[in-house]
């Protein structure tokens, strides 16, 4: 295969594979024939996939989760897909978790006095100043 045939395959490879929202920045997940993946080619079918935790412009965080593919590097080679699914949905339920208990918090309880005040006060404002 020619050099240009594998970057034009690589190019399209990373359009595919855009970085996925994760935690306080993004999770990258690359496959192709300059990563550590499995296979290591261009085919776009992919077993394990080379992941990287970015936080802001360029900078790199651990995922505690992936500590067992960690080389000391910024990125975890070679990590099978079926683990970084079960990252995200164990992430999508913690998030679920919080959303419920958001819920809870404001729709669950009956008003305080310091909200009932602060009630009163708009309401008497909005009385004299209109």
Known sequence: MSVYKEAC???????????????????????NSGVYSTPMDNSGIYTHVEVAYLVGKGKFRKIDELKKYDI???????V???DILMILKTQMLSDVHDYIETIKERYNKPLTET????????????NTSG
């Open 72 to 78: 000391g590097d910024d990125t975890y080679p070679q």
């Open 9 to 31: 395959e690589i190019d399209a490879l990373r359009t595919r594979q855009k970085n996925i929202p994760f935690r306080d920045g993004v999770l990258s997940m690359k496959g």
């Open 115 to 126: 909200e009932l005040e602060i009630g009163e006060y708009y309401e008497a404002f909005r």
């Open 80 to 82: 099978p897909l079926k």
